[in-house]
């Protein structure tokens, strides 16, 4: 019959199994990352960091279109010029 591992004994295998799993997980991660690169292929997290760079391009320039109106309401509101050539005097 097999026989029954105590339960430290158990537990170190346990432990032993996930630490490979992980640094295997690791090792296909960076060889998938290499692979992408070489390729020139974003990878996700290429991907990720432009959709942030986007948002904060957008919200730059809609900060800059209400600064811009806010001045061409402002130039609207002020008197007509008198200088010459503009039209009146």
């Known amino acids: 019959m097999g026989r029954v ?3 430290e ?3 170190a295998a346990l432990q032993t199994l996930l630490a490979a799993a992980g640094e295997a997980r690791e090792r296909i991660d960076r060889v998938r ?3 992408l690169d ?3 292929v974003p990878s996700s997290r290429d991907i990720d960091e ?3 760079r986007l948002v904060e391009m957008e919200e730059l320039l809609d900060g800059l279109s209400a600064r811009l109106a806010r001045a061409e309401a402002r130039e609207g509101d002020e008197p007509a010029s008198t200088e010459p050539g503009s039209g009146e005097g």
């Open 38 to 40: 070489a390729a020139q």
């Open 50 to 52: 432009l959709k942030r």
């Open 33 to 35: 990352r290499a692979a």
């Open 9 to 11: 004994v158990a537990g």
């Open 5 to 7: 591992l105590s339960p």
